[in-house]
């Protein structure tokens, strides 16, 4: 594992065999670490024509029996149409961070795990962030008060392929708030639907293999 820090947030880094190759991005969930998705990196590319980074969550969480994680925003607000504590300062240190990572040459997909795939629906509504494409896992639309307030995507994020998936017993993040976000996406213009899987709050081995053909689009001739 290579670790770097980008911005003041650190991450884990699978490099591809070219420093140009295009990147993805992927942010864990709450009370995971940058760790908890590297794994993925070399299932969706083993052939190691894409960058991958893993950035670790800026808050530490405690996970109880002596144990903590990382998470991107605490839980401590009763409703979904609050905003979160503290996300405005992730947004600034996140701004940094984009501007850091993001090359005019390469393809940028960004994603990621439940809290980490909000991560990646706020920068692109929040922060003016705009990928070549999208993946979502196990996450949801949530319903942010700023969220809310957005009625149109901008127009340069129409036509944006996004992969999603969702188990269909998640009780973490209920299946019906997954279909609330593959619509959201759809009204803002990308293009992608929702896979559904038999399972909780998770990443199947059989929404892996779906996620390596959405990447393969992206992946240049080397």
Known sequence: ??????????????????????????????????????????????????????????????????????????????????????????RETMGGFWKEVIKPEQKLIIGGFSQGGMVAIDAILCSQIVPKGLMLFSTCWAGFADWEKIKTAPENLKGIPFFQSHGKQDAILPFAQARQLEEKLRLFGLKGQCSVFDGGHEIPPTTLVQARSFLDRFTKTT
């Open 1 to 90: 594992m290579l670790w770097k820090n980008i911005n003041s947030i650190d991450c884990l880094e699978r490099p591809a065999r070219h420093e140009t190759a295009d990147l993805v991005v992927l942010f864990h969930g709450y009370g995971a670490d940058a760790a908890n998705l590297f794994d993925l990196a070399d299932f969706l590319d083993p052939e190691k024509k894409i960058n991958f980074l893993f950035p670790n969550g800026i808050n530490s969480v405690s996970l109880g029996f002596g144990m903590d994680g990382r998470a991107w925003w605490p839980l401590r607000f009763a409703q979904q149409t609050l905003i979160p504590e503290g996300i405005e300062a992730i």
